[in-house]
């Protein structure tokens, strides 16, 4: 008896990584990291465990993350982070040939194409087909890819912001901009050691971001833990908000110019369209405080937040796997 053939979507993000099942949903959603042993070369930690361990690791332990920008960093960490994901997604079903449709940034190069085909099927699968994650983005979001009417997304990722025009289940305008969730971080980071002399982390600054809306609302103050630049020490501070929005600024209006560049690249029939239709934001930052008004401004359109925009895309990956109807969305196959 031969093996059953199992559909899968793959959204491989430089923070976070999900597996869809066709016909059943999201089975991993996990962090895209690994724990390393520097010395032995053995792998410690995967997702969510790895994710904790950094910046806490001994000099030995590396914590890595094989994706940057939608590309494939480091291959071999890469692989053997699929195999194991691909093994928990598929737990309990038996032996199976599996088949995936995998998101691909818009600007990926013919050698990233060939990268992520290559880890995919050295980590265990058997067919890869690849779908533009903006394409993806919009049909997880419940927007009408395939119509004769123009679509406008931005998917704001952790590497990069996703800023694509669609139509005909094609992509007719589009830009790749490396300014996302890492960029805002790190500007985070940089203004609270400039302007208040205190060191923090990724995760911190992350927080920072996340809890802004939430602080502004409240009217409350935002605590930070971190080390003091000038003498070393652990230190706790109360950040205005202002101060993390400040620090937010310049790279979020960097994004609305390149969503306006996008536009002035569309042809007037689709600008029309999208008058009225407006900018659908899809991917973890989609609901980053302040995103939704400056947008908005900038292009003088509606801007609407995707239900639950940080899996649309693997979502809308799923829905192909699923339907072969949706088949001429696929960019690219290896057999």
Known sequence: MGLLTRDIA???GTASTRIYNAHGGIAVDVPTAVAVNTTTGRILAIGAEAGRMYGRTPAHVKVVRPLRAGNID???VAERMLRHLLMLAGRGR???RTQAVVC???DTTGV???AVLDACRVAGVSRVRLIPKPVAAALGAGLPVQEATGTLVVDVGAGTTEIAVLCLGGVVAARSVPVSGDVLDEAIRTRLRKRLQVDVGRHTAERLKTGLAAADAAGRTLTVRGRDTSTGMPVTLAVEADEVRAA?????????AEVVAVLDR??????RDLLGRGVTLTGEGARLDGLEELLRRATGTPVHIASEPGTAAVRGAGRCAEDPSLANLL????R
């Open 104 to 106: 691909a940034p818009s």
């Open 331 to 334: 960019e690219a196959v290896s």
């Open 94 to 96: 038996g032996p199976a």
């Open 248 to 256: 937010l600024r310049d790279p979020l209006e960097r994004i609305a």
């Open 10 to 12: 793959l959204d491989l």
């Open 266 to 271: 569309c042809p007037p029939e689709l600008s």
């Open 112 to 114: 990233g194409r060939r």
């Open 74 to 76: 480091d291959f071999e």
